[in-house]
């Protein structure tokens, strides 16, 4: 029976996530629904487990499919729903345009290696730290990617074909502002992608098969699918075809043999064979035909009870007069604890769910959320935080939670979101243009918006005056604040969110003389 029609779905299916995953990363005039989102990425591994493993429910259990088409047809995850892996199909479809004899063949890939960067990830894993995760999760690597190396791009263009159109007085296109582009956090995607590219360019999918968590673990489970590609030794005629378009380096014409466990389900062998030398097979059909003299169904029940295991074991545009301080602040503003994102619940809850996809920043609207490097310590480089010196978290936002896949960030109400407090707003008197050049300022005061700062007499102007049980760390009034190099005002985080108090809104009450005639 001739397969070689799964390869165009495979392509068809893997084409889709990409070009609408991607689309999500590239979203700077979020366009897209938070509901749309969380449909694309519910069938991302590590995401959909991690969001499981703090809410339990169908609506997070993406990974328990991926689980169900592994178990059946192997590692089809791999192939058609991760989208880096097929961002290194594409690269190696560029290689072989360019390189026309150009050919894959058996890679023997060290189990050690494989088994060994599994391990540590699950042991970082379950002692609560995802450092490792984040740094190889294929789906978050993409979203970094995306959004650091190619969205600038995109918006670049866009901008430049914005004011094209404008000197001919057409409007359908708006200019979107980048704020900040770190050459430090730029180059962790940069090398990465320099380094998928180059392995992709030369041996296909030899990441997969080696520093990729999801892809060793997929693999594990897929050495006991139902159904496997394998040779038909009566139909092989030897032509050696299969092995040089397997991109996963995984068929050993030699012996005739198919290591299913680094098959990426990609299906160019069946397009490819003349004689229908490969196959696919089934338990069923072994049991038929008394092919298979022995199943270690304790492989299954062990590899199940890990699975069960792991499972259960865990623009703000300033309409005022801009200020420019004529003397710069001296006293550095020393955070000691990092804003995370409001609906993370705590810093120990967010580093320990949050994978680093980079997907609530590029979701941002003002940009506020931007990767960290060590503030979060070693094991949440690259996740999340608030950038004050960027923007600031916008009082009617909750976009951030709606479009988490991990449930890092938690979706919340408005109102809810509206009293929690992300960290408490700090006040440096010496850095203040009030106390320091003796001029009216003010900034933060206007920008905060639950009062939290206002001003209070001295000498003959005003100067702020935090009330922090008000304050809830949404940082308006560190964006807003003017001196340089340090804030005169900033936000201290809260390692654990709080409920700020909310101000009571004093109703006045005009009396009105029934006896007088109106005043027109």
Not at 132 to 147: A, K, M, Q, V, W
Request: charged share 20%.
């Amino acid at each position: 029976m001739k397969l070689s029609h799964l390869k165009k779905v495979r392509l068809i299916v893997s084409i889709i996530f990409f070009v609408l995953l991607s689309a999500l990363f590239l979203d700077f005039g979020n366009v897209l629904s938070p509901a749309f989102t969380n449909y694309l990425t519910y069938l991302q591994f590590l995401p959909s487990l991690i969001k499981f493993i703090h809410i339990a429910g169908i609506s997070a259990a993406g990974f328990l499919f991926v689980l169900i088409f592994t178990l059946l047809f192997g590692r089809v995850y791999c192939s058609s729903f991760c989208p880096l892996g097929t961002l290194q199909d594409i690269i190696s479809f560029i290689a072989k345009k360019i390189h026309k004899k150009k050919y894959f063949k058996l890679l023997k890939v060290s189990n050690w290696l494989r088994y060994s960067v599994l391990a540590s990830a699950i042991i970082f894993f379950l002692s609560g730290s995802l450092v490792e995760i984040n740094l190889l999760d294929p789906y978050s690597n993409f979203g970094r990617i995306i959004t650091q190396l190619f969205k600038p791009i995109l918006i670049s263009v866009n901008n430049l074909l914005s004011s094209f159109l404008i000197k001919f007085n057409i409007y359908s296109i708006f200019p979107a502002e980048i704020k900040n582009i770190n050459l430090g956090l730029f180059l962790f995607p940069f090398f990465f992608f320099f380094f998928i590219f180059t392995l992709s360019y030369k041996k296909g999918r030899l990441f997969c098969n080696t520093l990729c968590p999801v892809g060793t673990l997929l693999g594990i489970i897929s050495r006991v699918s139902f159904f496997k590609i394998e040779i038909d030794k009566e139909n092989c005629i030897s032509c050696n075809s299969c092995e040089r378009v397997c991109k996963a380096g995984c068929i050993d014409k030699k012996n005739q043999i198919v290591d299913f466990s680094k098959c990426v389900s990609c299906y160019n062998c069946f397009t490819v064979c003349p004689t229908e030398g490969i196959k696919y097979t089934n338990i069923f059909s072994k049991l038929k035909n008394k092919e298979l003299t022995y199943v270690d169904f304790k492989k299954r029940e062990f590899l199940t009870s890990i699975i069960t295991y792991a499972i259960s074991s865990t623009g703000l545009v300033f309409a005022q007069k801009k200020i420019i301080p004529s003397k710069f602040s001296n006293v550095p503003n020393l955070k000691k604890i990092p804003v995370s994102p409001p609906g993370s619940i705590s810093i120990k809850h967010f580093t320990e769910s949050c994978t680093a996809c980079n997907l609530c920043v590029s979701a941002c609207p003002n940009q506020v959320l931007q990767p960290s490097f060590l503030e979060y310590g070693l094991h949440g480089i690259l996740q999340p935080k608030m950038d004050y010196k960027i923007g600031y978290c916008n009082f009617e936002c909750i976009i951030c939670g709606e479009v988490c896949p991990t449930g890092a960030i938690q979706p919340m109400q408005l109102e809810k979101k509206k009293i929690t407090q992300l960290g408490k707003a700090k006040f440096i008197k010496e850095n203040c243009i009030v106390y320091t050049e003796k001029t009216d300022c003010g900034a933060c005061s206007e920008h905060c918006p639950t009062k939290a700062v206002t001003m209070i007499p001295y000498e003959n102007i005003r100067a702020p005056k935090v009330k922090e049980e008000y304050c809830i760390g949404c940082g308006a009034c560190e964006y807003a604040c003017p001196t340089k190099p340090y804030k005169a005002i900033f936000v201290e985080g809260n390692s654990v969110h709080q409920i700020a108090k909310k101000i009571e809104e004093k109703k006045i009450e005009q009396k009105v003389k029934s006896n007088e005639d109106f005043p027109f």
